[in-house]
Antibody, heavy 118, light 107 residues
Framework: EEQLVQSGAEVRKPGESLKISCKGS????????IAWVRQMPGKGLEWMGI????????TYSPSFQGDVTISADKSVSTAYLQWSSLKASDTAMYYC???????????WGQGTLVTVSS | DIQMTQSPSSLSASVGDRVTITCRAS??????LAWYQQRPGKVPKLLIY???TLQSGVSSRFSGTGSGTDFTLTISSLQPEDVATYYC?????????FGPGTKVDIK
């Protein structure tokens, strides 16, 4: 079964750093783009950026460029999303998802809830 | 960048009703349009890609039409399990912009 499994929920204080993960299995991890999607509480889906795990080429949404870093380690079939200094406004559910076919989003990870609060 | 809009933002219909949701792109995206269903508290699920191709395992109650800038998602006979928010998304190239969503519930 092709799937993405994300790391568990995190609680951090403003200003702290964080790195969450997304492990792919059941398919060739280096042959598909991986995207990250944010969903703030009660809000819609926002595309953050994509990475090609084969060579770590990345493209960011202008809305998120400079605020987060997307990376991947192909040796462990895992993509990452990280923050160097969290803000309360980073509180959200974060999904990783594979781009399939002509770049539709499927399958999705189960989501990682990030809570930033003092 | 191309903007995606949806209408209505929410709707309430009876079980068995035919429901139609509209998505509009600010520029021509050919047929590179996907629809996702997100049930309350759940992970988004791909329903349709390439505007009209039903994802494997998705109920045939769902159908999609359109090309260029105007697209529709139709639920032929609304069922209780269809209560969800539905998002359209352009999938031709980055940025992979989502529409704002349409919340569907049962009257």
């Amino acid at each position: 079964e092709e799937q993405l499994v994300q790391s568990g929920a995190e609680v951090r204080k403003p200003g702290e750093s964080l790195k969450i993960s997304c492990k792919g299995s059941g398919y060739s991890f280096t042959s598909y783009w991986i995207a990250w999607v944010r969903q703030m509480p009660g809000k819609g889906l926002e595309w953050m950026g994509i990475i090609w795990p084969g060579d770590s080429e990345t493209t960011y949404s202008p809305s998120f460029q400079g605020d987060v870093t997307i990376s991947a380690d192909k040796s462990v079939s895992t993509a990452y999303l990280q923050w160097s200094s969290l803000k309360a406004s980073d509180t959200a559910m974060y999904y990783c998802v594979r781009l399939s076919g002509s770049n539709w989003f499927d399958p999705w990870g189960q989501g990682t809830l990030v809570t930033v609060s003092s | 960048d191309i903007q995606m809009t949806q209408s209505p933002s929410s709707l309430s219909a009876s079980v068995g009703d035919r429901v139609t949701i509209t998505c509009r792109a600010s520029q021509d995206i050919s047929n590179y349009l996907a629809w996702y269903q997100q049930r309350p508290g759940k992970v988004p699920k791909l329903l349709i890609y390439a505007a009209s191709t039903l994802q494997s395992g998705v109920s045939s109650r769902f159908s999609g039409t359109g090309s260029g800038t105007d697209f529709t998602l139709t639920i032929s006979s609304l069922q209780p399990e269809d209560v969800a928010t539905y998002y359209c998304q352009k999938h031709n190239s980055a940025p992979f912009t989502f529409g704002p969503g349409t919340k569907v519930d049962i009257k």
